[in-house]
């Protein structure tokens, strides 16, 4: 498509969240998501910063975006407009965070009592409530109706979009020596219906070496492994290789 820069200009910061800034621009129709640097986790517990990580993020989730779309994945994704800013289309989001797993890590493997590392039979979708103050906890289909936070309809179609984009992350990061571990989506509704939403970067990805098993995501940060900007932009580089 045609590049919308030149009919808009960035208007006023209308939320910023933990690795994140969202404007207004003057198309009521766009906003510009610019990512920060700043990393978080444990809920807001742990705090620091994560030498260009919003370059690389940007670049990762401009170009992964780019590729779902050609793939028949609608996603709110316009152009990047920035070494570190989005054009996106407007949504209302949808506060049910998506996480898809294919591998046991992270809280699967504290809950079911066992070590990370072990293949699923098949993967496995959560669902959690977006609420930053109550610690984003895990929900069900039932929670979703009883508290209106989606239809059923928009549920549906977020489940089968998202199992779709899951075939495709998975054997796209294969191919690039990646194992996709598990990892976050998030979904909003605008004028074409419900479509995906933010970013997908190592900040919502746990990504492993396919070899090493080395881990190349946030978890760097979270465990204090060091070289994490290293890590981040060696994800860049492979994924911008990809084509």
Partial sequence: MASDLNRVTRGEAIHEGKAKIIYATSASDLLIQHFKDDATAFNGKKKGTIANKGICNNAISSHIFSLLEKEGIKTHFVEKSGERDMLVKKLEIIPVEVVMRNVIAGSLAKRMGVEEGGKLAFPILEYYYKDDALGDPMINRFHIRAFNLA?????????????????????????????????????????????????ISPDGCRLWDKQSGEKMDKDRFRRDLGNIPEAYDEIRRRILGAG
């Fill in 151 to 199: 239809t059923d309809k928009e549920m549906e179609r977020i489940e089968r979009e998202a199992f779709r984009i899951n075939e495709w992350l998975v054997a796209f990061f294969d191919k690039i020596g990646t194992t996709l571990v598990d990892y976050k989506l998030e979904f909003g509704r605008g004028p074409e219906g419900v479509l995906l939403a933010d970013e």
